[in-house]
């Protein structure tokens, strides 16, 4: 009788307590993860924060140095192959043979996932259609731009009608028109149960288009839930921005003190205030010419991450 692990849990993707430890450098750290069922599931993080490397232990080609994963409520290190066949995965380096044309390309796996050729026929026509490759479907990969070869990786990654989609970085280098095109096309995935799992390094699409995320920092989880849940949880709800060197920021409050959650960016200062107006007439009276080009607007996603992750930014709060 195998074990099915959290059989209790519906979540696509359980980790528990998962640490990966490469030689003494640790890339992930007592990380614990749930992905329920049918949502789109973010993972952001500065460079080097172990984003990959949860992908990969998820996927089943990084072993967990401590703890255990299931997926589908099987544990990943021992049943790979079972799991893999509702997986479709995109990691970050290539799988595509080059000479090939993407109709080809996907020929290739589906005999891989074991597929006849009638579903084969069926699956390369609808997925050329659906990543758009038609125009692009009988020339070799070789000859493809980066958008393109992107769109095929993910065909390649849907051959075998995953329930589980996991992309790294699925729209790094690509055009805003083709980015949006594919965020459509993963929320239809989405709308038909597909549940996804991805990771990015654009907030927008972050904010956008996942559901719910989990944000990394050397290894850990510092901040985890819906985007909208994150923001309010860890921020207030209005920016001040203005431009000032280090330590001019208080002869522009003046007496006022400078509100406790704030962060500077070389020369511009972040601060996050329930309500600006008050720090807004503050300040304009100590700099009616506007020399500090202040600018309000709603708190968003990417304050949280630079205030929880700090990366490369001198913080101030
Ligand atoms: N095979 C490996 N051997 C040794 N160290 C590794 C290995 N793979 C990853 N690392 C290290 O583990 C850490 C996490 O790497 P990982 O690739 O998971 O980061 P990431 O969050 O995906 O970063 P990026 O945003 O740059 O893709 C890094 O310090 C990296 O150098
Ligand atoms: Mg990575």
Wanted: proline fraction near 5%.
């Amino acid at each position: 009788m195998p074990n099915f692990g959290t059989m209790e849990s519906d979540s696509v993707v359980v980790a528990n307590d998962v640490t990966k430890d490469f030689d003494g450098h640790i890339a992930v750290s007592h990380l614990d993860l749930e992905v329920p069922p049918g949502v789109c599931f973010g993972l952001l993080g500065p460079n080097g924060a172990g984003k990959t490397t949860t992908l990969r232990m998820i996927y089943g080609v990084t072993e967990p140095s401590e703890g255990s994963i299931d997926v589908f409520g099987l544990d990943i290190a021992k049943y790979r192959r079972a799991v893999r066949s509702r997986l479709g995965v995109t990691l970050q380096e290539s799988v595509m043979i080059e000479v090939l044309s993407p109709v080809d390309n996907l020929r290739v796996f589906g005999r891989y996932h074991l597929l006849s050729e009638a579903r084969i026929d069926k699956r390369v026509m609808e997925l050329v259609d659906f990543m758009e490759l038609n125009s692009h479907a009988d020339v070799p990969v070789k000859y493809l731009s980066g958008g393109f070869k992107r769109r095929l990786a993910i065909a390649l990654s849907l051959m075998n009608e995953p329930d589980l989609l996991i992309l790294d970085e699925p729209t790094t280098g690509l055009d805003p028109a083709v980015r949006l095109a594919l965020w459509d096309q993963l929320r239809e995935l989405r709308r038909n149960g597909t549940t996804i799992l991805l990771t990015t390094h654009y907030m927008d699409e972050a904010e956008r288009l996942c559901d719910q995320l989990a944000i990394f920092s050397e290894g850990h989880v510092i901040g985890m839930g819906k985007p909208s849940d994150l923001i309010m949880e860890h921020l207030e709800r209005e920016t001040v921005e203005f431009t000032c060197t280090s330590g001019e920021e208080s002869s522009l409050l003046g007496a006022s003190a400078l509100p406790e959650k704030s962060l500077r960016i070389r020369d511009r200062m972040l601060v996050y205030v329930e309500d600006a107006a008050p720090l807004v007439d503050v300040i304009r009276a100590r700099d009616p010419d506007d020399r500090c080009s202040l600018v309000v607007r709603p708190t968003n996603l990417e304050d949280v991450f630079l205030t929880l992750t700090g990366t490369s930014l001198e913080t101030d709060s």
